[in-house]
């Protein structure tokens, strides 16, 4: 197995591809759990007499733990390492699906769902691993594997709920606790570290807060805020588009649960594929800017159209765009994040992009609902294709060449 110090720096092509493996292994299986439970929360929660605020405020708490302690965990990660930190992940989501499987109340709920969240903001910690195990040619395509074990997770893990959820609601829930569980336990054997730990690091209160404190000053006045204002408005567009697409497709297109389930998973796969095949091979040839920017295009292209016109044949046309081009515009924006970071700075700045993406995950079902709601199903795609365009036009300020050592420090 490889050791910290084989892997920090520039580790050997073999060294470096097991390590993605292993790490892609480890994100696809906690996703994998991930996606068994969140098809049935709503139904869970209805049973217990939530009503659609509170199941709302349910879905939306983990997001909100995600965005605080996303940077919290980064930093963290820089100083202590990062496998600690993805353990702990693993840990604290096991712990979530348990109180979930146990709950009873409303407020019980919201802690599982809270708890599930916060350790979601490993997601950062597992992207600084990718930067540590990868030179630059290839960080956009280690970044593209995470988002391809992502989708996968999404695809696979409702498929497996819907099977265990024969028997009952709990029972996906406490599969997937058992799933994480033994995730964490193939984590500890086999996933190597891949930032030696700092050895004088202490976990000062100070310092480990200081990034929540920090948090508004460094999404709206970092160096790297026009990154950061794009990833959230390229997944504020995916958000829209995710609350609404149950309701649209029975609305417009017809479609029962089973044909949701059927185009999310044809979805999923195409984003699958885009982050785990393709975008390492066109990367090298484009880089990250112009793939940001194809990536907007084909998701603008994909929103607009989306519940005006009728065809069942040009409805998976635009959700194959809208599934290539964030699953192009996605990985890139991190990896460029991440080549213009400083190596020890990596968790925490791509905690900060983590704690944008999760605003735009409150934000963006908000705007799409009420689009939707006030206006009708086409104005809400109109709306999040219009959200594509704006951050299309804000990739054109970036510079294809500029890195850490050629611009000013972080801080």
């Not at 470096?16 to 696809?28: D, G, K, M, P, S």
């Not at 007499?49 to 919290?72: M, N």
Request: glycine share 12%.
């Amino acid at each position: 197995m490889p050791n910290a110090e084989a892997l920090t720096g520039a580790p050997p092509r073999d060294q470096r591809r097991a390590a993605l493996t292993i790490l892609f292994l480890t994100v696809f299986i906690d996703l994998l759990g991930f996606g068994i439970v969140i098809p049935f929360l709503p139904l869970y929660a209805a049973r217990m007499h939530v009503g659609p605020l509170g199941i709302g405020l349910i879905l939306s708490v983990y997001s909100l733990a995600q965005l605080f302690c996303a940077p919290v965990l980064g930093r963290v990660s820089d100083h202590f390492g990062r496998r600690p930190v993805i353990m702990l992940g693993l840990f604290g989501s096991s712990i979530g699906y348990v109180i979930y499987g146990f709950a009873g109340t409303f407020f019980w709920l919201l802690v599982a769902r809270a708890v599930h969240g916060a350790c979601a903001a490993t997601v950062s910690t597992a992207q600084a691993y990718v930067a540590d195990v990868t030179d630059e040619e290839g960080r956009a395509h280690g970044m593209g594997l995470i988002g391809a074990a992502f989708g996968l997770g999404f695809v696979l893990g409702p498929a497996l709920g819907g099977l265990l959820g024969h028997a009952s609601l709990r029972t996906p829930v406490f599969c997937a606790a058992a799933l994480t569980f033994a995730n964490l336990i193939f984590a500890a054997l086999r996933l190597p570290e891949s930032h030696a730990p700092d050895p004088g690091a202490r976990l000062a209160l100070s310092r480990i807060a200081a990034p929540i404190v920090n948090l508004p000053r460094q999404l709206l006045a970092h160096r790297l805020t026009r990154l950061f204002a794009i990833a959230f408005l390229a997944t504020s567009a995916m958000a829209a588009l995710e609350a609404t697409f149950a309701l649209m497709a029975a609305a417009v297109y017809g479609y029962g649960p089973a044909g949701v389930g059927g185009l999310l998973a044809y979805a999923g796969l195409m984003q699958a594929l885009v982050q785990g095949y393709l975008l390492g091979k066109i990367v090298k040839r484009t880089g990250e800017v112009a793939l940001i920017r194809g990536g907007m295009i084909a998701l603008a292209i994909g929103l607009a159209p989306l519940a005006s016109l009728s065809s069942h044949a040009l409805l998976f046309v635009m959700l194959g765009l809208v599934a290539i081009g964030y699953g192009f515009a996605s990985p890139a924006i991190a990896s460029l994040i991440s080549k213009r970071t400083e190596r020890h700075l990596q968790g925490e700045v791509l905690g900060i992009n983590q704690s944008a993406l999760s605003l735009a995950r409150i934000g963006g079902p908000i705007a799409g609902g009420a689009a939707y709601a006030m206006m009708g199903p086409a104005a809400a795609y109109i709306m999040a294709a219009l959200i594509a365009v704006a951050a299309l036009v804000l990739t054109r300020a970036i510079a294809a060449d500029a890195s850490p050592s050629k611009e000013r420090p972080t801080r």
